[in-house]
């Protein structure tokens, strides 16, 4: 079944080394013009300057088009992928935007610390951040970029990593050679809302002892063949949910969201504003759940501004149709 060498660093070398001057695949920024709405309506005064971060730049969409809203916008944004931050910084350099943008690769869990010991500035003259925006999750470039091994429908390593330069992070590879039947049952079940999470994972135990599972095709063969025969040709493709599991595994995905959201609340300026998009129920019920726990707290006063998501129109979800599980809500500081 493996057409690649049997060893996952050396498979991702075949792959990059055709690869290495790949284009950045356009992504199509989801609820812009609602979202760039909300994060910048108390910022009205035209003899103030604002500041924003953008901690999931990707394509830029969202960041570029709050520069383009006034001059008085500044942004930092931020991104752990290697090709968005090469892609993003060219693009500053193009459109001379250097002065009013910076770009930072980490982590956004890291992004509260990093303010905290390099950027007072924003706190101490502009008492903190008048917009922050999370648009979660990966890009267009991640599903369309054949060898970074998101997508069920391309042959690639299992990689899955956002940030493919730190090879202290396991690979999707690496979790299913390592991980326990439990384990993997319990990935695909709480992340992927798997209903054949059980029988998915003790294949995968079976299949791993006599040959390694290292591509994308290797594993979607075998989640083909766990689906009973009635649903393997259904609306949804069987490994949909087991590589979206995968794929939040193998970056802390929930966790990081989870720990991110009370300390960049800390970061808003009173009127300023936490805008999240999330594009599916599990991060959306931690959204939703961290907002109402902070909104209860009594030492910090904050309103939640959008009593149920806003979601994209009819129209949107035509031009792009992976907009349409989106769902925006926003908090602001009072
Ligand atoms: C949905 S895309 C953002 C698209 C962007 N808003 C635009 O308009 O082009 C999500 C981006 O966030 C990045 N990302 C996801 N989780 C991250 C994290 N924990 N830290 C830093 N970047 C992250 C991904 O690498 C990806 O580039």
Redesign the pocket.
Known sequence: MAKYPQNINKCLKLFWGNHLNQVYKP????L?KECIDFLTENANDPNQNYCFA??????????LELLKKSSNFQVIS????PD?LKNGQHIIEQEGLSERITLLS????KFWEHVKSNNNAILKDQGGFQGI?M?????S??FDEDVRGFSFKKAAPLDMR??NLDNSIPTAADIIAKASEEELSEIFFRYGEERFAGRIAKKIVEQRSSSPILTTSDLENIIFHCYPKKFRYGRTNPSTKCFQALRIAV?S?LD??SS?IPNLISLLKSGGRLAI?S?HSLEDRIVKKIYKSISQLDNVSVKILTKKPVVPSEEEITINSRSRSAKLRVIEKL
């Open positions: 992504h199509y920024s989801v812009k953008d901690l999931t730049f990707g394509g830029g969409g969202h960041s931020v991104d752990q992928d968005a980490m982590n956004f869990s925006l648009d979660l999750g990966v890009s470039h991640h956002m940030n970056n995905e990081v969201l991110s998009i594009f």
